[in-house]
């Protein structure tokens, strides 16, 4: 008996120490950030800036890995397939971890192939055109719109996609919607006039906006944002209730040790604590922080899982597709 049980402790105590052991000494070299979007877009700005931060709690330096094509699912799906080591971890968002569930045949499931570790950040999108565009409020853009039909709409993810159409349905406008592999291409090519609107992020449109080089309308939200509270809301601009959030959040592949979940979780909620991340984040960003009690996995993951069983019946039934 008592050689039954060394035996048994014996086993135990091998295959128990390389999984001990690797969430004790995680991380020991720097980590992978997948963003699937082009660099310069507000995916990769988000990533940068909390990337940054976070290496400083882990000790390890973070680096962006810029996986562009088909919506995001490319780099996503490296990520599915990565080893679930801690050390290649996603940065997605709404577009990413669920609307390209419902419009692709994917070779991994958005919400079962991840662990999640913490939602990050939730922005509305702001509508903006390019310069030259003679609309002055979204009311004339509506109108400019529908005596101008087919005009172009940038379209740098499936959330671009499935905001096109459905701003179609509310408005009766015809757009052609122009397919990128970011935003931040899709955004050079507008304010070139080679496309006239964009329905983007606040995290990259603002800072154009600022600067004079895009006219903004509306941001798609119930309230103004507090980075830029002249102006209005969808609401107030004469759209109401075109109501679209985009958030981004920190994923690792499925399997992946809830000790090295937690490190990670606890870098990524130490991050956009930090004052100096906060400002960034909201004040040049436009994004919103989510209260602490929405950053833990649990979450995020019943916050994905909701997000997916109120847009996938929308987007299966205006039969939304990748093009």
Known sequence: MKTLTA????VLQISGCPQTSSAQTYPSRPITMNVPFAAGGPTDTIARIIAQRMSMTLGQSIIIENVTGADGTIGVGRVARATPDGYTLSVGQ??????????????????KDFEPI???????LVIVTYRGLPATNLKELIDWLKANPERALGVGSMAHRVSGVYFQNLTGTRLTLV?????????????????????????????????GSTKPYAVTAATRLAAAPDLPTVDEAGLPGFHIAVWTALWAPRATLRAIIDKLNAAAVEAVADPVVRKRLTEELGQDIPPREQQTPEALYTYQKAEIEKWWPLIKSANIRPE
């Open 7 to 10: 035996i048994a402790l014996a």
């Open 94 to 111: 709404w577009s990413t971890h669920v609307l390209n569930g419902a419009a692709y045949a994917l070779p991994y499931d958005v919400l």
């Open 118 to 124: 913490a939602l990050l950040t939730t922005n509305p």
């Open 179 to 211: 397919p990128y592999r970011g935003a931040a291409p899709a955004m050079q090519d507008m304010m070139a006039g080679q496309i006239q609107l964009m329905f983007d992020q606040a995290a990259t449109s603002l800072p154009l906006v600022r600067a």
